[in-house]
């Protein structure tokens, strides 16, 4: 079984509804095709943007086309792998898609993760800096 994990910017702010419908489609689609995960957002007011980070899991060949239809979904943008591999086990083997809708004072604990809208998460995610990005979202599953 393979999984991936990434961040990514949205194009435009998710509104709560846009969220419930990006979520209602996902889990319908992951639990036919035997994927699990869990998906972060954040919304920074400062910048007036929204920010994902995922993890996604399953068979080898049906997570690659998963993500292909990530890395083409115009609905967001600066697609930066974190994390991607092999397990034998799920790490989310109950969720068909995780959610948590992620404000500032939630990642506050978190190095690197607390500003992702900043220029320093950037750059920390380029030299590889940044938290064992599973394990990141393990804490919040």
């Known amino acids: 079984m393979k999984y991936i994990v990434y961040v990514s910017q949205a194009k435009a702010p998710f509104s709560k ?23 972060l957002y954040r919304y920074s007011d400062d910048f007036d943007k929204g920010y994902f980070i995922q993890a996604i899991e399953g068979p080898d060949d049906v997570l ?3 993500w292909d ?9 600066t697609i930066v792998t974190l994390a991607e591999g ?10 068909s898609m ?21 220029e320093s998460f950037w750059e920390n995610l380029k030299a590889n800096e940044m938290p064992e990005a599973v394990e990141l979202l393990r804490g919040f599953y």
Do not use: C, Y
């Open 69 to 77: 239809r990530i890395s083409e979904d115009r609905r967001h943008h």
């Open 86 to 95: 092999k397990q034998t086990d799920r790490m989310f083997p109950n969720w």
């Open 17 to 39: 509804l846009a969220l419930k419908e990006l979520l209602e489609k996902s889990r319908a689609r992951n639990s036919n095709e035997g994927i699990t995960g869990l998906l």
């Open 98 to 118: 995780g959610f948590r809708n992620v404000e500032a004072k939630d990642l506050e604990a978190l190095p690197g993760f607390a500003e992702i809208e900043t």
């Open 64 to 66: 690659n086309a998963l």
